[in-house]
């Protein structure tokens, strides 16, 4: 099925990226809000780039949990990077999958003609979710009320069954045979190759540094705050399970709830070579699915695979593998369902080392995944293989049970 893709001035590529490190919490990040984090990683791939932020046509920004942020969160976001008031911005809600559906939207609007480079990517303070008042505007006459937490409502339960989405997700995963060894394990390993991913500095490569005030004065934070690498299989098996009293998912094999912002900009190939921007990856192809349920398990898997399919590339040549950890039992799944090698996917670590923030985590893999691509493309050069196109994808659950997934490829 695989051919080796000819380059055209129209592909869609991109040009730079960064995200800010992530905090757990009520931790690093905590002072900071959602848009404070977005702007962040906008100004720093603006930066990274070398241009001005009047060149950027559209913004594009994912974020869930809005609720006390003020109007169109996207457009704050954009003009506290330095964007103009000229060029639009949109904020994108698909819950967990709104980091990765704001980079395709981006990717439609160049496909059209209708912008020449586009900002896209995700913010999310899942700390600074405020509590609800349902009610409170009409006044109550008699009884209790009772505080919502947004993060909750908005952000972690199924809208149709009410359940906690970690409550669909045993129940999945205990009907697809994934028990708690193998997901205590997956999250390990996610502990174990995120510590490495720190310490050999390709963490860092993403990383734009954030400053955080508090009483004590200016700090600089940089590096993600949730990695444990005293984590093994055996401490995690300790843990309590959270969802059912004899379940398998925990909070350890569980992605942490995070703060945390990504941002890439996206032009075409053509409009790259005129602004003499270097390319990290072409995007040859997306998918969103949805259902035939409301979880989240398969989702990723059937968005891989329709994304492949589009993308004329076989799943078996994928070098790299992105899957959102909002649970090990998604990532194990996934490379199930796709039958690909253990050490392909996430080989940096993934959500539950790393953290989640669900408003930007799609953005956060892709640019993770462009850059990987990026590597491995330069690590080829001036070798027999110098010319072979590498090949990369994504693939993220949401809330409701749809799916995101890209193709990137070297060249």
């Known amino acids: 099925m695989t051919s080796e893709p000819q380059t055209s001035p129209d592909d869609v590529v991109i040009v730079s990226g960064a995200r800010t490190p992530q905090g757990r919490m009520g931790g690093q990040l905590a002072t900071l809000s959602a848009v404070d984090l977005g702007a962040a990683a906008l100004r720093g791939a603006v930066e990274r780039a070398g241009i001005e932020p009047d060149a950027i046509d559209h913004v594009m920004m994912g974020h869930v949990v809005q609720a006390g942020c003020g109007q169109n969160p996207a457009r704050q976001t954009a003009v506290a990077a330095g964007v103009p008031l000229t060029s639009p911005a949109t904020t994108i809600n698909r819950v967990c999958l709104s980091g990765s559906s704001a980079i395709i939207e981006a990717v439609r609007l160049l496909r059209t003609g209708e912008a020449d480079l586009v900002a896209a990517g995700g913010q999310e303070s899942m700390t600074n979710a405020p509590h609800l008042l349902p009610g409170a ?7 209790d009320a009772s505080v919502v937490d947004s993060l909750g409502a908005d952000g972690l339960t199924d809208a149709f069954s009410g359940e906690a989405m970690g409550v669909l997700t045993e129940r999945d995963a205990s009907a697809a045979g994934i028990d708690r060894d ?6 390990a390993r996610s502990h174990r190759r995120a510590d ?5 500095g390709l963490l860092t490569e993403e990383i734009v540094p954030v400053h955080v005030r508090s009483r004590r004065g200016e700090s600089e934070v940089a590096a993600d705050e949730g990695v444990r690498p005293e984590s093994t299989a055996e401490t995690l098996g300790r843990l309590r399970a959270a969802f059912a009293s004899e379940g398998a ?7 942490p709830i995070s703060d945390g912002a990504a941002a890439l900009l996206l032009t075409t190939r053509a409009q790259a070579s005129r602004l003499g921007l270097p390319v990290l990856a072409r995007i040859a192809g997306f998918a969103q699915i949805a259902g035939p349920d409301t979880g989240l398990l398969d989702k990723p898997a059937l968005a891989i695979r329709l994304a492949c399919r ?4 076989d799943v078996a040549r994928l070098d790299v593998l992105e899957v959102n950890e909002a649970f090990a039992a998604v990532a194990i799944q996934t490379a199930r369902l796709l039958d690909l090698p253990d050490e392909r996917l996430n080989a940096l670590g993934g959500a539950v080392a790393l953290g989640h923030p669900i408003g930007a985590s799609g953005a956060r893999i892709v640019f993770s995944a462009a850059m990987q691509l990026r590597r491995l493309h330069d690590a080829a050069v001036g070798t027999d293989a110098g010319d072979d196109t590498h090949w990369a994808a994504i693939g993220i659950c949401g809330g409701g049970g749809q799916g995101d997934a890209l193709v990137l490829s070297s060249q």
Not at 196 to 200: K, S
Not at 310 to 313: I, P, Q, T
């Open 310 to 313: 589009r993308a004329g590339v």
């Open 137 to 143: 505007r009409v006044g109550y006459r008699f009884g």
């Open 249 to 255: 998912i925990t909070a350890g094999n569980s992605s």
């Open 196 to 200: 490495h991913a720190q310490r050999t």
């Open 182 to 187: 193998a997901q205590d394990a997956l999250a």
